[in-house]
């Protein structure tokens, strides 16, 4: 069992910068492929970003691709969203989520554990 909480959301202006940190419980942290989702109101929720389990291969959106970076530290058991060069689009709640496949995946069927979500908000 693998619990997975997300900080580091906030209200942001238009072209500033993020930093989404997830920490996850378990001592088996580095076996998971790690993803980055994100939900806004009224919409489903979509794939952002993935990472491999040992961060050597990651995988973006289009709408985030060369903006947003994702990273992973298995030695804090964290894996971490920068997000650069904020659009209002970007507001949404973002949730972070571990899968047994350890390569990146980019459905959420893939994903085993959720966490909560962190609320950001871009505003224009």
């Known amino acids: 069992q693998v619990q997975l909480v997300e900080s580091g959301g906030g209200l942001v202006q238009a072209g500033g910068s993020l930093r989404l940190a997830c920490a996850a419980s378990?001592?088996?942290?580095?076996?998971?492929?790690m993803g980055w989702f994100r939900q806004a109101p009224g919409k489903e929720r979509e794939f952002v970003a993935a990472i491999s389990w040992s961060g050597g291969s990651t995988y973006y959106a289009d709408s985030v691709k060369g903006r947003f970076t994702i990273s992973r530290d298995n030695a804090k058991n964290t894996v971490y969203l920068q997000m650069d060069s904020l659009k209002p689009e970007d507001t949404a709640v973002y949730y972070c989520a571990a899968s047994h496949t350890r390569s990146w995946n980019v459905s959420e069927y893939e994903y085993n554990y959720w966490g909560q979500g962190t609320q950001v908000t871009v505003s224009s």
């Open positions: 378990g001592r088996t942290f580095s076996s998971y492929g």
